[in-house]
């Protein structure tokens, strides 16, 4: 077995959600509540990049938050990224 990506989901009413790191709470144009969830760290091995897996990742963590009540979700990313 050969880990091909990665995602990362921070469930809601963390004591923080790593985009603070950057932003204010308080600044954020969005509620900070109990349906809010996070993405982060959507990640492919280099050599699987192309294919279907970030978006299979992305469409996977959709519906992990959708079935655990989830309504909202934030995620940051990098412009370094884009290639």
Do not use: C
């Amino acid at each position: 077995m050969e880990i091909v990506g990665f995602i990362s989901i921070t469930p809601p009413l963390q004591p923080f959600y790593s985009l603070e790191k950057y932003f204010d709470r308080n600044a954020l144009p969005f509620l900070v509540n109990d349906t809010l969830h996070e993405i982060r760290l959507l990640t492919v091995v280099e050599s699987h990049r192309g294919r279907d897996i970030a978006s299979l990742l992305l469409y996977a963590a959709f519906r992990w938050i959708e079935s655990r009540g989830g309504s909202h979700m934030v995620t940051l990313g990098s412009s370094e990224a884009l290639g």
